[in-house]
């Protein structure tokens, strides 16, 4: 008997072992499956959020700088897309690829909303998305590149149509779409049968891009592109550019640009004839400061840029001042300025049409701000701030001025020898005594 109750004690404790890891067991699987529940339940009634980025007007280089920066706050928010909005007839190419570059490297999902229009730059932002919606009556396409502004564009070269047509393709095919659509955008020599002969350019209606699928799905407004690529509900917030980023796309207009050019250049080449005044030289670099902040923000200017265009003016000012007459000191000098703020002018891709154009603009900028400077400095004595800079006191003949010593008129109408090179002043002895001279005309050998 002893021993059965002796055996009696390990079953009684491996019983209530079993009890004990079922109820653990128990807890565990209800635990997780309320957990489970709860995810479910959170994740189906949770919002998924999405940021809407207007591109209207005219595509310049503030737009890459807002576009990236509302994709990171997108991804920080964990929102569920970022949805374009584009009506615009196109703008800057190197701008556009700087905004391809971000939507092809983007953490979030990127939906181009094309409503009514995305030509030329526009276009290769909406194919760069990963779904493209159309409003109705919406069109897409001709992407040629051309050199100019309004009034005075022409066909760019054949450098420029080709690495254009193939940003084009490259983009098209990395979001699968029909890349030769995407060239004949772009190329008028690409043909693509029953579609577009050859000798023309490419633009999409609505109906014809979603057949050719170009385009995934048409809707009429922002909610109804949410909802046909599955976002219905979803919280929309609209991003808008900080007063840096709206400051930024005026600094890199190019009028605005080509007038801080001419006003800083203006500026400095006063301020080195006339050294002291202060006013001109604080203008000049305040206008060439704002030129390459906002030309700094937007990734054209470079600390190789502003050294360039340092170099240049040290020279400039080293002719003026050390080696007048020289000239090769300052032909350097406006070398290195013009190419300087020229490359800050370029962006990614820049062919050699668009080089020489910027290097243009900047030549211009430069040849006006040397007529304006030539201007000023015949006006500046006149102006009340001016008459303190310039001695206004005659000393005339009458009140005993003479212009020469009157030990130094023996030696008029005297004929001499010169010792030294005159170039044009230098040494000659004259009646066997060595005297300080200047030649009227140019240099006199000895």
Same mark, same amino acid.
């Given at each position: ?132 919606? #159309? ?49 004949? #955008? ?12 050859? !000798? ?32 219905? !509900? ?98 350097? !000098? ?8 020229? #490359?800050?002018?370029? !962006? ?99």
């Amino acid at each position: 008997m002893g021993r059965n109750i002796h055996s009696s004690k390990p079953s009684t404790l491996s019983g209530r072992r079993i009890v004990t890891w079922f109820s653990a067991a128990t807890v565990l699987l209800l635990t997780g499956l309320g957990a489970s529940n709860a995810r479910s339940v959170l994740a189906q009634t949770s919002t998924p959020v999405v940021y809407v980025v207007p591109i209207e007007g005219m595509i310049d280089l503030g737009l890459a700088p807002f576009l990236a920066r509302t994709i990171g706050e997108a991804k920080e928010a964990g929102a569920s897309a970022v949805l374009l909005e584009i009506n615009t007839f196109g703008g800057r190419v190197d701008a556009a690829v700087a905004m391809r570059d971000t939507l092809l490297n983007s953490p979030v999902r990127t939906i181009a909303f094309v409503n009514q229009r995305a030509i030329s730059a526009g276009a290769l932002i909406a194919l760069a998305c990963e779904t493209l919606v #159309m409003t109705e009556g919406g069109t897409i396409g001709a992407a040629a590149p051309v050199v100019g502004g309004a009034g005075e564009s022409k066909p760019a070269d054949e450098k420029s149509v080709s690495y254009v047509r193939k940003e084009f393709r490259a983009t098209a095919e990395v979001r699968k779409r029909p890349p030769e659509f995407a060239e004949a #955008m772009v190329d008028a020599d690409v043909e693509i049968a029953l579609v577009i002969a050859k !000798g023309k350019l490419l633009t999409l209606t609505t109906s014809e891009a979603l057949k050719y699928k170009v385009a995934e799905l048409t809707a009429p407004s922002v909610e109804g592109a949410l909802k046909a690529a599955g976002l219905s !509900g979803a919280e929309v917030r609209y991003a808008s550019q900080t007063w840096a980023e709206t400051f930024v796309r005026f600094l890199t207009n190019p009028i605005v640009s080509s007038l801080l050019i001419s006003l800083g250049l203006l500026g400095l080449l006063v301020e080195i004839r006339t050294p002291g005044f202060a006013v001109p030289g604080t203008v000049g670099v305040l206008s060439l400061g704002l030129f390459f902040w906002g030309h700094w923000i937007v990734r054209l200017a470079g600390w190789e840029e502003l050294l360039l265009v340092s170099i240049g003016v040290l020279l400039i000012a080293l002719e003026v001042f050390v080696l007048p007459g020289t000239t090769l000191a300052g032909i350097a !000098g406006v070398v290195a300025v013009v190419a300087g703020l020229g #490359m800050t002018l370029v !962006g990614a891709g820049a062919t050699a049409a668009v080089i020489i154009g910027a290097l243009g603009r900047v030549a211009v900028a430069l040849l006006l701000a040397m007529a304006g400077t030539f201007a000023l400095l015949r006006v500046l004595p006149s102006l009340p701030f001016g008459r303190r800079l310039v001695l206004a006191t005659g000393m005339q003949a009458d009140l005993g001025y003479v212009s020469t010593p009157e030990s130094d008129r023996r030696w008029l109408e005297r004929t001499g020898t010169s010792v030294s090179p005159l170039r044009p002043a230098g040494i000659a002895e004259i009646d066997g005594i060595r005297l300080d001279v200047v030649s009227d005309g140019g240099y006199i050998e000895p």
